[in-house]
């Protein structure tokens, strides 16, 4: 299974992104996914969550401002975004995607792993 994150770049403040994180693989279930980011110097911090069901959480210092979405479909590309608006360089940070799946692995066995993509730099500029 894999985790493939997009959508990054260098924008002014008061610009828009909007990140993607496609999960692939032989996925039996996708019960969560979220973005979480890390600013230099600090540590990796929730940035908004979304459940199976779609409910959606977020950091308070993104409320307002960021959008957490996802879609699920039968052929087991399931996708997370980040709509961001407003940004600040408050936001510059590496975002990453994750997610709680279940699936196939080697010998068709069952596996649950909460999955890291590869990281995706936002940039803003003042």
């Known amino acids: 299974v894999q985790l493939q994150a997009s959508g990054g770049g260098l924008v002014q403040r008061g610009g828009s992104l909007r990140l993607s994180c496609v999960a692939s693989?032989?996925?039996?279930?996708?019960?969560?996914m979220a973005w979480y980011r890390r600013a230099p110097g600090n540590q990796r911090e929730l940035v908004a969550e979304?459940?199976?069901?779609?409910?959606?959480?977020?950091?308070d210092a993104v409320k307002g401002r960021f959008t957490i979405s996802r879609d699920t479909g039968n052929n087991a590309k399931n996708t997370v975004y980040l709509q961001m608006n407003s940004l600040s360089p408050e936001d510059t940070a590496v975002y990453y995607c994750?997610?709680?799946?279940?699936?196939?692995?080697?010998?068709?066995?069952?596996?649950?792993?909460?999955?890291w993509g590869q990281g995706t730099q936002v940039t803003v500029s003042s």
């Open positions: 994750h997610a709680d799946l279940v699936y196939y692995g080697a010998g068709d066995v069952f596996v649950a792993e909460k999955a």
């Open positions: 979304i459940t199976e069901s779609g409910s959606a959480n977020y950091a």
């Open positions: 693989g032989r996925i039996i279930r996708n019960s969560g």
